[in-house]
T-cell receptor, first 111, second 116 residues
Framework: DAKTTQPTSMDCAEGRAANLPCNHS???????VYWYRQIHSQGPQYIIH???NNETNEMASLIITEDRKSSTLILPHATLRDTAVYYC????????????FGKGTRLSVIA | DAGVTQSPTHLIKTRGQQVTLRCSPKSGHDTVSWYQQALGQGPQFIFQYYEEEERQRGNFPDRFSGHQFPNYSSELNVNALLLGDSALYLC???????????????FGPGTRLTVT
């Protein structure tokens, strides 16, 4: 079973920041937080990952609370192409550890 | 650089039949994982292949089997198809199986299997 809890769906206005929350209260010390997204009719796409520090890349920012029990994925300027299902996954930091997906959050970006 | 490719795109089979799905990993990748995604659900891990051997397996029956070839491509076979096997089958590739450095998994577009 997935170790994370996410809202089922969220809406965001185009051009605004999209903040997607994730709870992972049972995360272990050696587990990282990963985010993937799945645009309709495509395979999941890696977005970002982190351990305890905030992380930023060209796609998004990841904010992890100090106790590591929750995190937020931030898409700073959402576009219509960001409409997708977003998955938060906790995982041991090994490239070949299987990904355990929950149902994710369906983000709808609205014009 | 080609990403992960899968064939066929869509497939319709009858209950009880057998099916083979194919996956070519991203260039430079040596590890292939297969996932099943039922409608409205997240992908579920089936198994993973490295050096032509099954290395890890999820909670799937023996009707699901696979193979990896010397060129790292892979096949997923499902025998005695059930209606419940209808799903999107995703292939993901990565590299560095024995390396604990993070290597993200790249997913293909999937094969949509419909069992009637």
């Amino acid at each position: 079973d997935a170790k994370t809890t996410q809202p089922t769906s969220m809406d965001c206005a185009e051009g605004r920041a999209a903040n997607l929350p994730c709870n992972h209260s049972t995360i272990s010390g050696n587990e990282y937080v990963y985010w993937y997204r799945q645009i309709h009719s495509q395979g999941p796409q890696y977005i970002i990952h982190g351990l305890k520090n905030n992380e930023t890349n060209e796609m998004a920012s990841l904010i992890i609370t100090e106790d590591r029990k929750s995190s937020t994925l931030i898409l700073p300027h959402a576009t219509l192409r960001d409409t997708a299902v977003y998955y938060c996954i906790v995982r041991v930091h090994s490239g070949n550890t299987p990904l355990v997906f929950g149902k994710g959050t369906r983000l709808s970006v609205i014009a | 650089d080609a990403g992960v490719t899968q064939s066929p795109t869509h497939l319709i089979k009858t209950r009880g039949q057998q099916v083979t799905l194919r996956c070519s990993p991203k260039s430079g990748h040596d590890t292939v994982s297969w996932y099943q995604q039922a409608l409205g659900q997240g992908p579920q891990f089936i198994f993973q292949y490295y050096e032509e051997e099954e290395r890890q397996r999820g909670n799937f029956p023996d009707r699901f089997s696979g193979h990896q070839f010397p060129n790292y491509s892979s096949e997923l076979n499902v025998n005695a198809l059930l209606l419940g096997d209808s799903a999107l089958y995703l292939c993901a590739s990565s590299r560095g199986y024995r390396d604990r450095t993070f290597y993200e998994q790249y997913f293909g577009p999937g094969t949509r299997l419909t069992v009637t």
